[in-house]
T-cell receptor, first 112, second 113 residues
Framework: GNSVTQMEGPVTLSEEAFLTINCTYTATGYPSLFWYVQYPGEGLQLLLKATKADDKGSNKGFEATYRKETTSFHLEKGSVQVSDSAVYFCALSGGATNKLIFGTGTLLAVQP | NAGVTQTPKFRILKIGQSMTLQCTQDMNHNYMYWYRQDPGMGLKLIYYSVGAGITDKGEVPNGYNVSRSTTEDFPLRLELAAPSQTSVYFC????????????FGPGTRLTVT
């Protein structure tokens, strides 16, 4: 069945460091791919998405490219801030009912 | 436009008690979902609904029930609470489109002791 694997955390970075959080997927067909972010004590918010191969999703300085050949959707940001500290979830969807399959989440902690 | 709202925010139950977690959305979304989030385990789908009067099981439905009498509301019922149901519960909704974007509520933190 469909599944998502993302790197385990926590990831601890200093402010202005480069961020990569790896995400790979297994799926039949052509799923859409998402990154959601969860700030402490809050629900999940959509960060970015890509709906077909080679699409690049971007938002708030974060980027991820839908790579069908490597079945990957890695999240990157050139210069992280303390305010980026959160849990990041990779997810995929497909099928008629819009169901999402989530990875286990990666905790990012950015230190000043 | 409040989006997806959930009540209560926190609840402590004793084993064997029952309760209903409320979820309401004001975006006229057809699709609604209930997830539970356990530490280090990501989100697991409990139940979902593709419209009023239609519900179906997700990955982990045992111990839960749902109903969908209106487009706006999608309550989750726990009949006989067990410690294994200690978790954070999230409700979400989405349009019936090809982009599959889901909008999440703030969550309910439930402890069963």
């Amino acid at each position: 069945g469909n599944s998502v694997t993302q790197m385990e955390g926590p990831v601890t970075l200093s402010e202005e460091a480069f961020l990569t959080i790896n995400c790979t997927y297994t799926a039949t067909g052509y799923p859409s791919l998402f990154w959601y972010v969860q700030y402490p004590g809050e629900g999940l918010q959509l960060l970015l998405k890509a709906t077909k191969a080679d699409d690049k999703g971007s938002n708030k300085g974060f980027e991820a490219t839908y790579r069908k050949e490597t079945t990957s959707f890695h999240l990157e940001k050139g210069s992280v801030q303390v305010s980026d500290s959160a849990v990041y979830f990779c997810a995929l969807s497909g099928g008629a009912t819009n169901k999402l399959i989530f990875g286990t989440g990666t905790l990012l902690a950015v230190q000043p | 436009n409040a989006g997806v709202t959930q009540t209560p925010k926190f609840r402590i139950l004793k084993i064997g008690q029952s309760m209903t977690l409320q979820c309401t959305q004001d975006m006229n979304h057809n699709y609604m979902y209930w997830y539970r989030q356990d530490p280090g385990m990501g989100l697991k789908l409990i139940y979902y609904s593709v419209g009023a009067g239609i519900t179906d099981k997700g990955e982990v439905p045992n111990g839960y029930n749902v109903s969908r009498s209106t487009t706006e509301d999608f309550p989750l019922r726990l009949e006989l609470a067990a410690p294994s149901q200690t978790s954070v519960y999230f409700c979400a909704s989405s349009y019936e489109t090809s982009s599959y974007e889901q909008y999440f509520g703030p969550g309910t933190r439930l402890t069963v002791t």
